[in-house]
């Protein structure tokens, strides 16, 4: 039986990580579908504090890890398949390899994934001009053409956002009206920088070892064209990594973890959650660590009250 047992490895798994081996909680991190999050696909980060040389996002985690390491956390390479979750505990994991791990309390910090359009060539050019995150690389393109592929909130907001840098961003929608809310698509199609193309599906992200442009075809009449830009925004939204959960936790309707007002607590005591898997508005490294401080103070408290 584990004090503390964390399922993820970004910067929430890990920073509460750190803070519960200080509280010398000895927990135990399962590393997850990606050990060290969603960071160590990002090459270069230059807003996490501390770094004002920019770092590369593998490293930052790898530094995360051996931070939580050197104060006595223990990693488990390996991915939940199953819980089972009991209001109090014990919380009961089985692991990919057959292992079970039991655990009096439980931080989840799974993380989120990106939702992407599924094209090879997209594929191929992540982290060489494609990217989900304008708020993370934006910066990296100056003063040259961008696309951003959506229509929703989340879109608006990056494609907004993106002006600030770009020569010019281009939103591709599949459709002809928006879904995002009407403030953000009038603020949108009001900004001089964004060119819409209505009724517009990507076909192929253009280029070899960067990207060159994206070739489009209209959905009215199947004609196709090139446009070129340097950069390729997905904004299609997250899937948050929740769903080995369901059943046991409160989620929304979009999958993340419900959280009781602001704190990292969840409908079943003894389970906390922090970082992207419960966030859908930030999503940032900082605002994770800073979710997973939380949830390892939570947790520190939650099994000292228990203990009495």
Known sequence: MENVVIVGSGAAGLTAAIYASRANLEPVVISGILPGGLLTQTSDVENYPGFP??????????????QAKNFGTKVINDIVVKSELVDGGPHKLTLKSGEVVEANALIIATGASPRWLGLESEDKLKNKGVSACATCDGAFFRDVPVVVIGGGDTAMEEAIFLTKFASKVYVVHRRDELRASKIMGERA????????????VVEEVLGENEVKGVRVKSLKDDSEKVIEVKGYFAALGHVPNNQVFNGFINMDQAGYIQLDSNSSYTNVDGVFAAGDCADHVYRQAITAAGMGCRAAIDA?????AKSH
């Open 53 to 66: 040389d920019a770092v590369n996002g593998f490293e930052l985690m790898m530094k995360f890890e051996q």
């Open 189 to 200: 199609q009001k900004n001089p920088k964004i060119e819409f193309l209505w009724s517009h």
């Open 300 to 304: 520190e408290r939650w099994l000292e």
